[in-house]
Nanobody
Framework: QMELVESGGGSVQAGGSLRLSCVAS????????MRWHRQAPNKEREFVSR???????TYAESVKGRFTTSQDKSKNSMYLQMNSLKPEDTAMYYC???????????????????WGQGTQVTVSS
């Protein structure tokens, strides 16, 4: 079982910044990539960013140029630096770890995603 613990959410004025953290435990020796999603009230969960094991990052168009994802493999941690925040960024932000079907070790999860509990980000205008 993997556990993902998020922190760093809060309330900020438009134009401000927040830094979210996600720490993973369990199955960290396995092959996985980490992602951020967000979900606003009454809306579907949407992709925000992804970081691969080699450090390659992918961003949703809505956050590109404002958000930056990074990782610290020694701490099994992922971060989301959010700058120039807008009211439309208000949402619950979720960290996830996706385990591809191809794994080096038999005990690793495959084709499965673990999710954190979420951390609330509120941006006021």
């Amino acid at each position: 079982q993997m556990e993902l613990v998020e922190s760093g959410g809060g309330s900020v004025q438009a134009g401000g910044s927040l830094r979210l953290s996600c720490v993973a435990s369990g199955f960290t020796i396995c092959k996985y990539n980490m992602r951020w999603h967000r979900q606003a009230p009454n809306k579907e969960r949407e992709f925000v960013s992804r970081i691969d094991s080699d450090g390659t990052t992918t961003y949703a168009e809505s956050v590109k140029g404002r958000f930056t994802t990074s990782q610290d493999k020694s701490k099994n941690s992922m971060y989301l630096q959010m700058n120039s925040l807008k009211p439309e960024d208000t949402a619950m932000y979720y960290c996830s770890a996706f385990f591809p079907v191809s794994q080096e070790y038999k005990w690793c999860p495959a084709d499965y995603t673990y999710w954190g509990q979420g951390t609330q980000v509120t941006v006021s205008s």
